[in-house]
T-cell receptor, first 114, second 111 residues
Framework: EAGVAQSPRYKIIEKRQSVAFWCNPI?????LYWYQQILGQGPKLLIQ????????DSQLPKDRFSAERLKGVDSTLKIQPAKLEDSAVYLC????????????FGNGTRLTVT | KQEVTQIPAALSVPEGENLVLNCSFT??????LQWFRQDPGKGLTSLLL?????REQTSGRLNASLDKSSGRSTLYIAASQPGDSATYLC??????????FGAGTRLFVKA
């Protein structure tokens, strides 16, 4: 089974620029998550989709972050404009969405904002 | 709001030692709890998932226990190897598939 695919692997941008990350979950997985992991910390949930609907985006900084999951498959996360504190690894994860099963993570996108 | 604490934050042990990683969480109303491993520059790999009705799960040299009422879980690693060096994260699911992570324990196993 192919894993969760994310791109790009690395991105360096200047503050106030915009950036977008892409995620393709495991085929058939209804639930998709975006996490932000700052160095030395555990991942923090940004947004959770069930199919193409948002389940939880309470911790998404909506003034600068946006995410969509068109057609209930792949997803993009955008930051506009970026701030220095957005430097982190952005992880995408997916699961079947039936409860009680493990999350499957991609390798993440490491973002550096200078 | 669920808060997850992992102790110790870092651990260095000689090869062959048995070790225990601790996880505590504030909201005991969880559906399940997962232990993950994260290698540098990589994503997370699920090691064990314990349902709320279970007391423990085993996979090879790994054993995870869950005491939901006291808000605690432990990950036991037997006969540690250098390849076990990684960060181990604990993550309870508080419902709605909302998985909250601790900061992790960084493990280094010396050959």
């Amino acid at each position: 089974e192919a894993g969760v695919a994310q791109s790009p692997r690395y991105k360096i941008i200047e503050k106030r620029q915009s950036v977008a990350f892409w995620c393709n979950p495991i085929s058939g997985h209804a639930t998709l998550y975006w996490y932000q992991q700052i160095l030395g910390q555990g991942p923090k949930l940004l947004i959770q989709f069930q199919n193409n609907g948002v389940v939880d985006d309470s911790q998404l900084p909506k003034d600068r972050f946006s995410a969509e999951r068109l057609k209930g498959v792949d997803s993009t996360l955008k930051i506009q404009p970026a701030k220095l504190e957005d430097s982190a690894v952005y992880l995408c994860a997916s699961s079947h969405g039936q409860g009680g099963e493990p999350l499957h993570f991609g390798n993440g996108t490491r973002l550096t904002v200078t | 709001k669920q808060e997850v604490t992992q102790i110790p934050a870092a651990l260095s042990v000689p090869e062959g030692e048995n070790l225990v990683l601790n996880c505590s969480f504030t909201d005991s109303a969880i559906y399940n709890l997962q232990w993950f491993r994260q290698d540098p520059g990589k994503g997370l790999t699920s090691l064990l998932l314990i349902q709320s009705s279970q007391r423990e799960q085993t996979s090879g040299r790994l054993n995870a226990s869950l005491d939901k009422s006291s808000g605690r879980s432990t990950l036991y690693i037997a006969a540690s190897q250098p390849g076990d060096s990684a960060t181990y994260l604990c993550a309870p699911d508080t419902g709605g598939f909302k998985t909250i992570f601790g900061a992790g324990t960084r493990l280094f196993v010396k050959a």
